[in-house]
């Protein structure tokens, strides 16, 4: 257990590292944000800012299942678990976005947070 938080933990570093990495050759600035509540239906980003060149999403709730490319089911897609943290960093990536919860979850939340250049 504890080999496995630590796992998670040194991801969400390197990705939140590689976001700041990359934000300092783009400066960016928060743009909006979003709460979307997670069903067993897939569902897309909602309100996608016009500027927006990027995202970061967490989880908050059960586990869900993400896509970038097709529709994700609930049993189908990479998971991300409370607490996981995904950066977009491209608006094909964020357009392309999918999620759902995943089979056996029954609440979750994505916060969203877009950023894009002012």
Do not use: W
């Amino acid at each position: 257990m504890k080999k496995t938080k630590l796992l998670t933990l040194t991801a969400c570093i390197l990705m939140i590292t590689a976001g700041i990495v990359y934000a300092a050759d783009r400066p960016l600035h928060v743009i909006g944000d979003e709460d979307l509540i997670l069903s067993s239906t897939a569902q897309h980003l909602p309100e996608i800012p016009t500027e927006c060149d990027g995202a970061m999403i967490s989880i908050q709730g059960d586990d869900v299942r993400f896509k970038l490319s097709d529709t994700v089911e609930a049993d189908n897609g990479a998971i991300l678990n409370e607490g996981d943290i995904l950066i977009l960093d491209s608006i094909s990536q964020i357009i392309g976005f999918n999620v759902i919860l995943d089979s056996g979850s029954s609440s979750a939340t994505a916060y969203v947070t877009y950023f894009g250049k002012r």
